[in-house]
């Protein structure tokens, strides 16, 4: 008996320890973290990347609020984020873009729990740069731009239309965007040329050109449009997507008194294309874009008919017909004979196959209702052929204009355009 009592007792102090932890031990239980000094954590945090300490963000709410304090350090702000943008060399990165796509990532993770006015206020503590504004900065080609627009849309990605819609809300509130936009638009284009540049950077840099998809700049395009009139949205839309010169501006007289190449306008048709595409909505439809165009290709004033024709052309075959057929349905008749002769030269000039316009006519043809009218507008583009021919040569007749050489080489592809339109037109016809 007495033996089997010391077994006993000799078993219940050999038991072995518990290693497995409850979850309500767990709960009041400090983190190993927490009972460093700050001190020391900033230490281990400073032998992190970014990406790494903002793991940390996931582990738990207090986890969260010790890199909160962290990176609220005017040496951590220094070190990260106030950075030389004029500068192509990031100091230990190899990619800028990618070093604020983490402090995107970081400033996402550890704002999460609260509400999304409260992650814009506490993240504009960190963003008062002034290479990060409109107008505070005057270097040129500063990088400042894109790298905030890199962290907006890390930061942003996965948020639903309200909260962005916040956002954009947050970005005229603390850079004044809309006032800005408002005193561009209300003066002469080009009259502040400066400006419009800043503007056209902003917007582009920061929001636009960085979207990740065309639904997401769609929102945006449409966020900075809509507070305007029809005619404001057009000189808008200009301004942002327009063709620059070589020296930077906007080329608003080129517009308007020589053909520009394909690769100035090709910005501005994706954008109204952007815009075409868009699902119908009530405050936004094919008509709205259609109103728009015709607003854009009067400003600053009537736009020389080759710009009107190329970039028609550039947008692609169902908005080209759907602008040229408008106008058909109100009687502008000879207007649309001259654009689609322009069209016609256009596709010689850029190498656009012929069959292309060709079809387009036979488009336009069929719309009409009546053989009268089918007549009339099949007169009117043959007439038209003849005017602008006569238009050209006269030009180069006249013999006291620098560019007179040019005006003979588009006379000779004009010329050769009509022919190669009408062999295609005259096969599909009798084939």
């Keep these: 008996m007495v033996r089997g009592k010391a077994r006993r007792k000799t ?8 290693t497995i932890t409850t979850r309500s031990q767990l709960k009041n239980s400090s983190n190993f973290f ?45 070190k990260t984020i106030l950075q030389n943008f004029h500068n192509t060399a990031f100091p230990g990165q190899k990619c800028a873009g ?14 999460m729990l609260l509400p999304t006015k409260d992650r814009l206020k506490f993240i504009l503590k960190f963003l008062q740069v002034p290479c990060f504004m409109l107008e505070e900065c005057s270097v040129p080609n500063c990088s400042g731009l894109v790298r905030y627009g890199v962290f907006l849309q890390t930061l942003i990605a996965g948020w639903d239309e309200v909260e962005c819609h916040r956002v954009f809300i947050f970005l005229c509130d603390v850079t004044n965007l809309l006032h800005r936009i408002q005193s561009v638009l209300t003066g002469k284009p080009g009259l502040k040329c400066f400006e419009e540049l800043e503007l056209r950077f902003f917007c582009r840099k920061v929001l636009l050109d960085l979207s990740p998809n065309q639904l997401d700049c769609q929102f945006w395009l449409l966020r900075l449009l809509k507070p305007w009139p029809l005619v404001h949205q057009a000189h808008l839309l200009l301004i942002l997507y327009g063709p620059l010169l070589s020296e930077g501006s906007i080329s608003w007289h080129d517009l308007v008194v020589r053909g520009l190449p394909q690769d100035a306008l090709w910005d501005l048709a994706r954008a109204i294309l952007m815009l ?5 909505v009530k405050d936004w439809t ?5 109103a728009v165009l015709e607003e854009i290709t009067a400003i600053p004033q009537p736009w020389h008919v080759e710009n009107v024709a190329r970039l028609l052309v550039l947008c692609g075959t169902k908005l080209c017909y759907t602008v040229l057929a408008s106008r058909a349905l109100c009687g502008r008749i000879k207007e649309i004979a001259k654009v689609i002769v322009y069209i016609i030269l256009v596709c010689e000039k850029d190498g656009y196959e012929m069959t292309w316009a060709v ?3 036979q488009q336009i043809h069929m719309g009409f209702r009546s053989a009268v009218e089918k007549f009339i507008f099949i007169h009117h583009l043959e007439n038209m052929f003849s005017e602008v021919t006569r238009e050209f040569y006269e030009f180069y007749v006249a013999g006291n204009h620098l560019d007179a050489r040019d005006a003979f080489g588009t006379l000779c592809l004009l010329l050769h355009s009509n022919a190669t339109f009408h062999a295609k037109f005259l096969h599909m016809l009798l084939k």
């Excluded at 075409?276 to 119908?280: G, I, Q």
């Design 276 to 280: 075409f595409n868009k699902p119908e």
């Design 98 to 111: 990618e070093h604020f796509r983490h402090l995107g990532l970081l400033f996402k993770r550890c704002t």
């Design 359 to 361: 079809k387009l006519v």
């Design 11 to 18: 078993a219940s102090r050999i038991r072995p320890v518990r």
């Design 286 to 290: 094919m008509q709205s874009t259609l």
């Design 34 to 78: 927490q009972g460093l000094p700050p001190e020391v954590f900033h230490i281990i945090l400073d032998h992190l990347s970014i990406l790494e300490i903002s793991v940390f963000c996931l582990a738990s709410k207090n986890m969260t609020s010790c890199v909160v304090n962290y990176i609220s350090t005017l040496a951590w702000k220094s």
